[in-house]
């Protein structure tokens, strides 16, 4: 956009002046995300990106507005949420209107009959769960950045919460969508609870990522609060006996709130960490793990900082003596709903976890894992400033590919980054598998070589191995490259769709493989 | 005289194409002989996976409109029929750990269930009358299907699906697990009778089969449909693992719930070997099938029923129903309420008492919100547990 002058004029003749900005510091806020590689912008002074305005509109009309106005000048509109996203979904690549969505957060009804709730897509997932709770319900839906994310933006890249193996992801959870076309149509679909024939247009719309439509609203199904729980950590003698234990989980029927893996990596990395109510198990299960817990510390000193930048520059003798390491893994089980359902969901996995040799240890490591499963997505600043950089990778596949990948993705990184993983929204078919990796390099450039290396290795080691590029967090700018593998010839029926969806071609432009 | 035929035959003498007429009665001309005037006037039978995306490729260029649908082939117009019911059936593969079987699109349902049944697995209750169609007519005509598998549609199964776009490319999803790569563009393909493209396989979740498990069976009392149907609501909601929710009238005036569960497995039991031979329980599927949300039972010759195989489905169905309460269908001579619940983990008497202290419990605390539903079960007197029955 050349002329920022005329896209004001433009603009305000959809929004009041004072929910329009072209201030330098709030583009340079919606210039990024969460996305590592936007961080490390930041910290090296870049912004290769920037849109030309912000505006933030009250409902759908005025979204509409503004998506007319910029059809009218050719300027692509990018929908901007809580800005968490960690794959630059919302890095405006060809300029135009960032369109914060937050100023529409209300939650407009709930049906207490059939159980759905009627909300608005910019409101932040912790506020939507405290609204839901104090009428006695639950979205179910408890991604890691639920305090700085919202529905808009689940909605967009297909989110799971950390209770996905119970409640579902977030398409799970949809029963029908209001969104802003690129002609500015509003439409909205919101079929009957049973669906039969035709498109279901709610499962394009979910995960497009702001390609094909903004939503602006949603219908998702909502439970009663749980009123009771079941708290378990088991260690197993190894990664594959968890895994076997883990399957059978799901695939006998049961419906865990929470059933994480960890592997032996992860395992002996926590028991390190240590807790003071138990140092033999009940500090594994921080939502991510214990070492980059550490790192992530905004209060270490520069000095430890330094060493561990330096230490991450040759990740390969970690990783070397981490395959030393003893196999034992541990799980967290949390079971909840009505209580004879979930005591006899809990008793039944005990069970089977006894059968795969599982030690059981008590409720503490669970507990222990809920009180912190929020607790360090918010400490990252640390890693970055010490001249390091701190990823993770969701990925998933069925039950027959997890090892191999598993195996695979560490080795093929083995030279490239210290990792480890752990293993978490299980199916009945299959499970997502979380990496997380931090490396470093002794150059700048360097260091941005070595975080694309680190990636298209690992993405492509995961293709190559069954499964898939993103279990949750999407596909954004930064696996864009990647989605003629993923889709193949369907990228093109996605084009043509974007095509006739689309036709000024200005919805968040150069996302998806786009 | 079309054009391309003689171009179609040098291109592929390998590939029948005979005229419309000359097919054998596969459905199509049996179920709507008034639409014969419409369909197109060739059939091409395709004799291999491999063939098939030549052919549509051809057909791409040479501007050639195929169908494989009744549907698609009277909304026309349609230069050839491209036979769903011939389409390739391989022998299936199966991903035993995962449960993922993928098979063409020519298998019958009912072939395909019996293919899983000797692995142990299942696809779900098949209604005996609807074993004879196939995958692709089954996903691509999506709502009779779901039907079938008790109202659940087969979508509800579908991993992956992989075929020739119209354009003769072909294409494939991935059997992943909830991917987030992107739209899920299997849903461009499920109900759409090949609109966008031919479906040559599917890869779909099957379920374990648990073999010798009986059922223990159990009744409760309302004095209402609608109170019956706010306690399967209720139940679905707390996600009780039931399996099949049916109808039954009583003389008094009083409805009953039948509950049964699973003595040895916590997983919900399909009901095949119950239900499939008898007739007299087929779920009439016209009502429930219509589009557009628009509900449109028939009037109740007999008894309706419903079958539901999971608690998403039973959601959608008990929506489908509370707005059908609204307009009086459920009429009291005919209309019951049949709740099939499987217990997780537990067995025997240990089974019995956690079913009945929960529905108690339930009931105690009044927690249901229907009104009709407190004044059916605010009083447990109403409510009595009966012995078992073993069917």
């Known amino acids: 956009m050349k002329d920022t002058a005329v896209l004001y004029e433009k603009l305000s003749g959809a929004l009041p002046p004072d929910r329009i900005t072209q201030r330098d510091a709030d583009l340079f806020v919606y210039s990024r995300d969460c996305w590592p590689k936007t961080i490390m912008w930041t910290e090296d002074g870049r912004r290769p990106y920037n849109p030309d305005a912000v505006v933030f509109p009250r409902n759908a009309g005025e979204v509409a507005s503004v998506v007319k106005a910029c059809a009218e000048l050719d300027v692509p509109v990018i929908p901007y949420g809580g800005g968490s996203g960690v794959c630059g979904g919302v890095v405006p690549v060809k300029g135009g209107v960032s369109i914060d969505l937050k100023a529409m957060k209300s939650l407009h009804g709930i049906d207490p009959v059939n159980l759905v709730a009627e909300v608005d897509a910019g409101i932040m997932g912790s506020h939507i769960e405290e609204k839901l709770n104090a009428a006695g319900f639950t979205l179910g839906h408890f991604p890691s950045s639920i305090m700085c994310s919202t529905v808009g933006g689940w909605l967009a890249a297909r989110s799971a919460g950390q209770c996905s193996s119970r409640y579902g992801k977030i398409e799970d959870m949809v029963v029908g969508l209001e969104a802003v076309m690129a002609d500015g149509r509003i439409v909205r679909i919101k079929p009957p609870l049973i669906h039969s024939g035709g498109v279901d247009w709610n499962a394009i719309l979910v995960g497009s990522e702001g390609t094909l439509g903004i939503i602006t609203k949603a219908w998702l199904k909502v439970r009663p609060q749980p009123e009771h729980q079941r708290f378990l950590g088991i260690s197993f003698p190894s990664l594959e006996a968890g895994l076997d234990a883990m399957r059978e989980v799901m695939q006998t029927g049961l419906k865990p709130a929470v059933i994480r893996l960890y592997d032996p990596l992860d395992t002996f990395i926590n028991k390190l960490h240590g807790s003071p109510q138990d140092s033999s198990l009940s500090s594994l299960m921080l939502d991510q793990q214990a070492l980059f817990s550490v790192l992530m510390d905004e209060t270490a000193g520069a000095m430890k900082l330094k060493a561990m930048n330096r230490m991450l520059r040759r990740p390969g003798i970690i990783n070397r003596l981490a395959s030393r390491l003893p196999g034992a893994v541990s799980m967290v089980t949390i079971f909840e709903g009505c209580k004879p359902v979930a005591d006899a969901a809990h008793d039944a996995a005990v069970e089977i976890f006894l059968r795969h040799k599982g030690e059981l240890k008590g409720e503490e490591p669970a507990r222990y894992w809920m009180k912190k499963r929020y607790a360090i997505s918010f400490k990252q600043m640390g890693v970055f400033r010490s001249g390091s950089v701190v990823d993770t990778m969701e990925v998933s596949a069925p039950w027959e590919q997890v090892p191999q990948i598993y195996h695979a993705v560490r080795k093929n990184l083995t030279s490239l980054a210290y990792v480890m993983c752990h293993f978490s929204h299980a199916y009945h078919d299959g499970c997502a598998l979380y990496f997380s990796f931090a490396t470093a390099a002794a150059e700048r450039d360097a260091m941005y070589d070595r975080y694309d290396k680190v990636w298209s290795t690992a993405l492509s080691t995961v293709q190559e191995n069954g499964g898939t590029l993103s279990h949750h967090h999407g596909v954004g700018l930064s696996k864009s490259g990647l989605m003629l593998a993923e889709q193949g010839s369907l990228l093109g029926v996605f084009g043509s769709l974007k095509q006739r969806m689309d036709e000024p071609g200005i919805m968040n432009p150069s996302k998806l493989g786009l | ?391």
């Not at chain 2, 054009?3 to 179920?31: C, H, S, Y």
Request: charged content about 20%; some cysteine.
């Open chain 2, 1 to 391: 005289m079309d054009t391309w035929i003689d171009a179609f035959k040098e291109a592929f003498p390998q590939v029948p194409l005979n005229p419309m007429g000359d097919m054998p009665a596969e459905g199509l001309i049996r179920l709507a002989p008034a639409a014969m005037g419409n369909l197109p006037g060739w059939e091409v039978t395709p004799t291999s996976p491999s063939v098939v995306p030549e052919v549509l490729r051809w057909m791409a260029r040479n501007d050639v409109n195929w169908c494989t649908t009744l549907q698609a082939a009277v909304e026309g117009p349609c230069d050839v029929y491209l036979s769903g019911a011939r389409l390739p059936r391989r022998e299936p593969r199966l991903q035993p750990k995962s449960h993922l079987v993928t098979a063409d699109t020519g298998m019958s349902l009912g072939d395909l269930e019996r293919w899983l049944n000797n692995h142990e697995l299942t696809l779900a209750p098949i209604e005996a009358s609807a074993c004879d169609i196939t995958l692709h007519q089954a996903i691509s005509g999506e709502a009779f299907v779901e039907a079938c598998l008790g109202g659940e549609a087969l979508r509800d199964r579908v991993a992956a699906i992989g075929g020739i776009l119209g354009t003769g490319f072909p294409f494939r999803t991935r059997a992943v697990p909830r991917a987030a790569t992107g739209p899920d563009f299997k849903y461009l393909f499920f109900g759409n009778h090949a609109m966008r493209g031919l479906m040559l396989d599917v890869t779909l979740r099957a379920v374990p089969r648990r073999l010798g498990s009986p059922d223990l069976w159990r009744w409760l009392r309302t004095t209402s449909a609608t109170a019956a149907a706010s306690l399967l609501r209720r139940l679905a909601q707390d996600d009780y693992p039931w399996i099949a929710l049916h109808s039954f009238p009583t003389d008094d005036n009083l409805w009953e719930v039948r509950m049964a569960y699973n003595r040895n497995h916590p997983l919900a039991e399909p009901m095949m070997d119950v239900w499939e031979e008898s007739s007299e329980l087929a779920l009439q599927s016209g009502p429930l099938t219509a589009s557009g949300g628009e509900v449109a039972l028939p009037a109740a010759e007999g008894p309706w029923q419903i079958w539901a195989v999971s608690h998403a489905s039973l959601r959608k169905l008990l929506g489908r129903i509370d707005d059908d309460l609204q307009i009086n269908v459920f009429k009291p001579q005919h209309d019951h309420v049949l709740l099939r619940l499987c217990l997780p983990g537990y067995t025997g008497d240990d089974a019995d008492s956690r079913l009945e202290e929960y529905c108690n419990n339930l009931m105690a605390r009044r927690l249901y919100p229907h009104q009709a539903m407190g004044e059916a079960l605010g009083d447990q007197r109403e409510v009595s547990w009966l012995h078992d029955l073993n069917i």
